[in-house]
């Protein structure tokens, strides 16, 4: 998972991930590496300021379609939802995202 | 000798990382482009400065040489953006100083030059061709597989300390070369001991090295071949071979069966199935033309069409060519056809938009937790309809933590909502624990058959309301970072301006300590009413608070238990009693004192007025044990 490296996640926190993450979740994050940093890149472009907790506490995100998910972050205020990204990752999924 | 050696490796090994990693140079132009994008924006300094993310100033910082102003420059700097973000929301803005001001210009300055550097390393990177790259590897492998140097050898160990070490390069191939003559002569002399040869046997030797080199040349020639192979391969996929990362080209290269290769590159091809990978996935490429075969190729689309209705070309089969690549290999596939899951009438499209990687998910493990589910009442279907990242998320965890705060599993799961969401939580036990001592216990657990919305629809509130007051959602919350190198003061000084540091914090009533907080955030630890006992047995203290602060509700009605179970009241305030036991065990497991340890655990997270700190701090000091009389204190 080397190429995370791209959008400056350091390789200390690369091997947190690999410890964290299921063998699975990290096969498919690794296989499907041009769909992660497409998708890495639209949420730092979004304004999402820390990558590394998208990756380690919802990493089905970094293999949704980019066009998904920009659509289903449509569905609220953008402000809110950079709150809740930035500030509370894991109640996202309680805003059906 | 050994100087030389670990000279000319270290050497050689720090050019191939550069080179290989690739991402050294898409790092750098990352870097840059978040730094002009920055520099962009920095028209008014003193207020734009709060978009300066801490990994910009990182990569800012690091080229500053001494750690001491490295660290000082940031501390500044974090301080400054500090107020601009206090000032963002404020009318009367805080005013800058004039050395604050100088510090910001100082930063701009510093951007500028670092995006310089990083432009010169990213253009210094390119200028490794693939052919220095190759005789670098060679004069790694002749080290490694302690090989006499020949003639050639010299040259090339020349041009590569020159090369990768301009400024000491002399110096360097003096011990370099030193290593390479003593090994040469050590070769030759174990060569003659051996085999009891004499000078001519030796030079004899020595052409048959040279001779050796003209079979390896050979050898290479057929690589040469195979690498022909591939290029031409890879030019029929739509892509140059040559501009492939040295990853993806060692990859192919170690491929044996090149018919295989073809073979498979070619079922791509006449099913038209490259245009489903998105355009640049070459990444994905390789691994299907490394790792799959036609006939996997075939049963994968077959299985596909006739079950699930999904042909090649369509949006989840593109889905599944870029994120589930693993599906169309023998191993994903096997793992997609035992999968307990989609044997059931599940919508298989709504999975793989919501969470894909279930398709090649172990089926055991599925099976697992599916049986596990179903047997408190839980519909898989309905799961997977409304929240399938429940079967990729920790939920044990969490199952047993709404058993331990009182929830009846099988009502949560009976209750028909989009409210499964919650099991997916990082921190249950903390929201759970906010909620109580807040004094929504009551209202959670009002309906038994409700509780699952009743608590979902507590998050969404207690989000939009700390987004709506600019709040912080769980204090601890465990994915926010935490810097363990920093006390709360330091904390304190990068969020708030001096003056509003001097006076008194209403709401902080007592001292956070980080090393406490990182432990306890980091802690996997489920309370449950086994382990409560064993603490109570193995702390008296914890038996003692836990008689003398649980509610006093004597009831075996459902909310009696409920609150016997969950709270602790002390005075008017009501803690977490779950969130008691576990902070205590932690910290015990920390070697702290018991008292210190209590009381952190009875005010961790809490927000607390003053007075009732004060009555709880009392309350800790009073309880325990007088040895002499062996008599217990509660309250």
């Known amino acids: 998972m080397n190429y995370l490296k791209q959008v400056n996640i350091s390789q200390e926190k690369i091997e947190e991930l690999k410890i964290t993450l299921s063998e699975e979740i990290i096969n498919n994050l690794i296989i499907a590496r041009h769909n992660v940093i497409e998708v890495l890149m639209f949420l730092k472009d979004y304004g999402v300021q820390d990558l590394y907790n998208i990756l380690k506490y919802r990493p089905d995100l970094c293999l949704k379609d980019k066009n998904d998910l920009e659509k289903d972050l449509t569905v609220f205020d953008k402000e809110l939802l950079l709150f809740i990204f930035n500030n509370s990752l894991d109640d996202l999924i309680n805003f059906n995202i | 000798m050994l100087k030389g050696k670990n000279l000319l490796e270290e050497i050689i090994n720090q050019a191939l990382l550069e080179y290989q990693s690739g991402s050294d140079e898409q790092k750098l132009a990352f870097d840059n482009t978040e730094l002009k994008a920055f520099l962009a924006t920095f028209k008014n300094p003193f207020e734009d400065i709060k978009n300066l993310s801490d990994g910009m100033l990182n990569s800012i910082t690091k080229h500053i040489d001494s750690e001491e102003s490295r660290k000082k420059f940031e501390v500044i700097i974090k301080y400054i953006r500090g107020i601009a973000k206090i000032n963002a929301d404020k009318e009367n803005k805080i005013a800058f100083s004039n050395e604050q001001k100088a510090k910001l210009i100082e930063l701009e300055e510093l951007i500028k030059k670092v995006i310089e550097k990083n432009e ?31 003639a050639d050898d010299y040259d090339i160990v020349e041009k590569i300390v020159r090369e990768e070490t301009a400024v000491t390069a ?29 000078v001519e046997e030796a030079n004899d030797i020595l052409e048959s090295v040279i001779r050796n080199e003209n079979i390896v040349n050979e050898t290479k020639l057929v690589e040469a071949e195979r690498t022909q192979r591939i290029k031409e391969l890879i030019v029929t996929l739509g892509y140059n071979y040559d501009e492939l990362e040295i990853s993806l080209k060692l990859k192919l290269i170690a491929v044996k069966d090149l018919d295989r290769l073809k073979k498979t590159a070619e079922i791509l091809i006449s099913k038209n ?20 075969t036609p006939e996997v190729i075939n049963s994968a689309l077959e299985l596909l069409e006739s079950n699930y209705n999904i042909t090649p070309h369509s949006i989840e089969f593109k889905k599944i060519m870029n994120t589930a690549t693993y599906l169309l290999t023998e191993e994903g596939l096997l793992n997609f056809k035992a999968n307990p899951l989609f044997l059931k009438n599940v919508e298989i499209k709504k999975i793989i938009k919501n969470n894909i990687s279930l398709l090649t998910t172990n ?25 399938p990242n429940i079967f990729t998320a920790k939920i044990e965890k969490n199952l047993k933590i709404l058993k331990m705060y009182g929830f009846d599993l099988e009502s949560f799961f009976a209750d028909e909502s989009f409210s499964y969401s919650v099991l997916c939580s990082a921190n ?48 601890t919350y465990s994915n926010v970072e935490k810097k363990p190198d920093k006390t709360s003061e330091e904390n304190l000084k990068e969020l708030y301006p001096a003056e509003l540091i001097s006076s ?17 955030n980091k802690s996997e630890t489920v309370i449950s009413d086994f382990e409560i006992e064993k603490i109570k047995s193995t702390y008296p203290v914890m038996e003692l608070i836990d008689e003398g602060y649980r509610a006093a509700i004597y009831t075996n009605a459902p909310k009696g238990l409920l609150k016997r179970k969950t709270e602790l009241v002390f005075g008017t305030q009501i803690i977490s009693r779950p969130k008691v036991f576990k902070v205590f065990k932690i910290l015990m497991d920390l070697k702290k004192s018991e ?41």
């Open chain 2, 120 to 150: 010169y390393l990213a253009n210094n990177i390119k200028e490794r061709s693939d052919k220095q790259i190759e005789n670098y590897r060679h004069i790694l492998v002749n080290i490694q597989n302690d090989k006499i140097f020949i």
């Open chain 2, 170 to 198: 002399e110096a360097n191939l003096d011990v370099i070369f030193s290593y390479m003559n003593e090994h040469n002569s050590r070769k030759f002399k174990d060569l003659k001991k051996s085999t009891n040869l004499n």
């Open chain 2, 273 to 292: 199935l490259i245009q489903d990978l998105k355009p640049g996935n070459v990444h994905g490429l390789v691994y299907l033309l490394i790792n799959t």
């Open chain 2, 363 to 387: 089926p055991k493990k599925l099976k697992n937790l599916a049986s596990k589910l179903e047997k408190i009442g839980a519909d898989i279907d309905d799961i997977l309809c409304k929240c």
């Open chain 2, 428 to 475: 249950l036990d903390a929201k759970l624990d906010q909620f109580i001592e807040v004094g929504l216990n009551d209202y959670i657990h009002e309906n038994s058959s409700k509780e699952a919305s009743a608590l979902k629809s507590l998050i969404v509130k207690r989000v939009y309301y700390a987004y709506k007051n600019n709040l912080s959602v769980w204090s």
């Open chain 2, 504 to 520: 008194p914090l209403p709401e902080i009533t007592h001292t956070e300590n980080q090393e406490y907080n990182n432990a306890i």
């Open chain 2, 595 to 635: 008292k210190e340890a209590l009381l952190y655990a009875i005010t961790y997270n809490t927000l607390l007025e003053p007075h009732e700190y004060d009555f709880i701090k009392e309350a800790v000091e009073r309880i325990g044990v007088d040895r002499e009389n062996e008599l217990f204190k509660a309250s």
